[in-house]
Every structure is written in C-alpha cells, then in structure tokens.
C-alpha cells in the first residue's frame, strides 16, 4: 500500500500554515475518525481489537503528521497506517487459535481501501434520502436506531404494538433502500 497524492475525499479542505498543524489534525481526524476505525473494522473480528488498533493508529497519525503531505488523501494515508498497526497487532496476537494470513489480510485490506468512496457515497445517499422521509418516518427511524433502543422500547415509546412497530420500520427500511438504489443508480450515471 503507497502513499498517494491525490485530491478529493480528505483532502485539506485551507492551506496549512506550520503553527496550524495541531489543529489541523485534530481536525483531520475528528472529520475521518469513523471512516479509519471503519477500515480497520474490515480487518480485526473483535470491536475490542479494533478499538486497541484505533488508538495506536491515531497516536501514529500524530507522531508523523509531519511527514502528510498537505494536499493529499488523508484518509488513505491513515487507512495505510492503520493497515499496519493491523499488521503489528496480529504480530503480537499469533497465539490465538482462529488467525487469516497475513497474504488474506493484505487482500482484504485492498479491497476494503477500494471500497472506502463506495461506502462513503451510500453514507451520503442514506442521509440524504433519510432527509427525505416524512417526519413522522424520520422520527421513528431514528428512535430506533439510537444507543439502546429496541423495536420493543420504541414501541412502549409510541403506544404501539412491537409487530405495528415491527411492519413500519420494514416498510421504512425498504423504501431507504429504493432510494439509496436509485441515488447510486444515478451517481453511476453522472
């Protein structure tokens, strides 16, 4: 995996000057934080691994964000470092029993980075078409997938019976689905 110099998704958004570095990553990485933890989420089956490998991976970030070449593709660039911290990671876990190999890890990484613009698209179509849902649509998809919730506690929430909830939510789901089909659909075209 090379470091390349492109521009485009996390990319700068300003010039940077040398006393704006800090804030600059800070921002950087509060912006692709999710995005890099996602990656690395392609690569681990444990959360608590993933979360472990984060936190080195940002402490990296920091150390070399010297050597970032403003202008370039931050979020490769910190996919690239987390790739590895993954590799160092699976270094010191060679005891456990269920283990790819490091060639499987290496091609699932690849792909995973080829798939990182996919990803965030249907992100933003998502979004996008969960704006477009009618409020009381919108309400109920975002009670449900709040921290905690339940199809069983949004129904206590609404008065509701868990299958009206249940149906709606279905009913819902698919019609994001649609949307999002046909945002990509169109994004494919343009």
């Known amino acids: ?20 570095r800090t804030e600059e990553f800070v921002r950087f990485l509060g912006k692709y934080q999710q995005r890099v933890y996602s990656f690395i989420l392609t ?33 490769h660039w910190a996919n690239q ?6 590799l160092k990671f699976r270094r010191r876990q060679r005891r456990d029993a269920l283990r790819f190999s490091d060639a499987f890890v290496e091609e699932v990484a690849a ?10 698209i249907q992100r933003d179509c998502l ?27 949004v129904a206590e929430q609404l008065n509701r019976s868990v299958d ?4 709606s939510l279905s009913r819902v789901r698919r019609a994001l689905l649609i949307c999002v089909h046909r945002m990509m659909h169109a994004e494919e075209r343009a």
């Open 43 to 75: 690569l681990v089956p444990h959360w608590a691994d993933a979360d472990e490998i984060l936190q080195e991976t940002s402490t990296v970030l920091w150390r070399k964000f010297a050597d970032f070449k403003p202008g370039s593709d931050f979020v």
């Open 81 to 86: 470092v987390a790739y590895y911290e993954v």
């Open 127 to 153: 979004a996008s078409c969960v704006k477009k849902l009618p409020d009381k649509d919108r309400t109920l998809i975002q009670m449900r997938y709040q921290e905690d919730a339940s199809t069983k506690r």
């Open 1 to 20: 995996m090379k470091h390349r110099d492109v521009s485009g998704p996390g990319a700068p958004d300003c010039p940077v000057s040398g006393a704006d």
């Open 111 to 120: 792909e995973a980075v080829n798939m990182t613009d996919v990803l965030q």
């Open 164 to 167: 009206s909830v249940y149906k």
